[in-house]
């Protein structure tokens, strides 16, 4: 059976259909904070949180646990510079609770949930697994300390792992069973598409002076559900006795600015999508493009949904049904 933590968010609850899909056995572990009871995929429930260590010991008692895919943690870049303590606490501290309740059970594997955020603002596109760490928010700390905290941890103790830095995750199941509900809502396509469903006035685009061809930010678009199976790639990777710990880029090559992307949804929505110019966001990036060619080689990785417009249809068809009209 396969813990997954998180398993009740967004890009949880289209891996945890993945993994059901390839055939394994899920238990969900998700304090519902951000996750939604009603994505909740499997009938091995549990809620609670990975700061209350006696529950995630008897987590670990309770069921037959064989590998962890973990993604509870807060994943908000502004929210993080604001309050960072909540940040490490959560992330941080969360992560050393689960990693302490697997070994003492004797689960040494783990798919970890990282992010493009890890390199802060890299000189060189496309960006490769080997280029220096450096986030420049703590957000993206959090998750470089939890990397290094599993590298040490198969070194010390032989925990084998997979971190998956993602880029930008966005579309929805394309059988419309779950996709992006976050409240607050800050990413991109879904506030594009709130502006189409009528929910939101206008989209304003952060800063149209940056170093790009339409002068805004430039961003690498990715599936949800392709982010979905490389998870189950990694995993049976992991359980059929790959060993170490390995860091795996996922994008889809190919970026696409905040204009592009409001253009886009114009044609694939046909619905009004009124824009302003306003400021830059702090701490955005002019562009961050992934290599994916080390998920592709090692792991097998193909992405189904690479176009665009599909990305963005996908999340269109889940926004109508979860929120619209
Ligand atoms: N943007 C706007 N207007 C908005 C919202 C976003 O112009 O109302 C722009 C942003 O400035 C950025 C682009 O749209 O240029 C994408 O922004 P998102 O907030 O959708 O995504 P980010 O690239 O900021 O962040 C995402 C994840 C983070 C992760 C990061 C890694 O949300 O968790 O990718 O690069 F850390």
Redesign the pocket.
């Known amino acids: 059976m396969i813990l997954v933590t998180g398993g009740a968010g967004y890009i949880g609850s289209h891996t945890v259909l993945a993994l059901k899909e390839a055939g394994h056995e899920v238990v969900i572990l998700d304090n519902l904070s951000r996750g939604h009871r009603d994505l909740v995929f499997s009938d091995h429930f549990e809620e609670g949180d990975l700061q209350n260590f006696p529950y995630l010991d008897s987590v670990f008692s309770k069921y037959p646990i064989q590998a962890v895919v973990h993604f509870a943690a807060s ?3 502004g929210e993080s510079m604001k309050d960072p303590e909540s940040y490490y606490y959560n992330n941080i501290c969360g992560t050393l609770n689960l990693l302490r309740a697997m070994r003492k059970k004797g689960v040494i594997k783990l798919v970890f949930s990282s ?3 890890v ?1 802060g603002e890299p000189a060189v596109i496309p960006i490769m697994e080997n280029y220096p760490l450096e986030p420049t ?1 703590v ?2 700390e959090t998750k470089v300390a939890i990397e290094n905290m599993l590298s040490r941890y198969y070194s010390a103790y032989g925990f084998s792992s997979i971190s998956f830095r ?5 579309g929805a199941d394309p059988d419309g069973r779950t996709g992006e509900d976050h409240t607050p809502e ?7 598409l709130d502006v189409a469903l009528g929910k939101r006035k206008n ?5 149209n002076d940056y170093p790009t061809e339409d002068g ?4 690498d678009y990715i599936h949800v559900s392709d982010l979905a199976r490389a998870h189950v790639l990694g995993l049976d990777k992991l359980l059929s006795g790959l060993e170490g710990k390995f860091a795996f880029n996922l994008g889809n090559g190919h970026g696409y600015s ?1 204009l592009d ?1 409001v253009e886009k949804a114009r044609e694939v929505t046909g619905r009004y999508i009124p824009s302003l110019e ?1 400021e ?2 702090e701490g ?2 002019p562009i ?1 493009v992934a290599s994916s060619e080390k998920a592709e080689s090692v792991l097998g990785w193909q992405r189904r949904y690479p176009d665009i417009r599909d990305i963005i249809s996908t999340a269109w068809n889940w926004h109508l049904k979860r929120f619209g009209s």
């Open positions: 994943s908000l870049v992010t493009a955020a390199y928010n957000y993206g993602y880029f930008n995750a966005a800050t990413h991109l396509i879904a506030l594009v989209i304003t685009v952060f800063g805004t930010c430039i961003r905040v992307i306003g830059r966001r955005d990036p961050l």
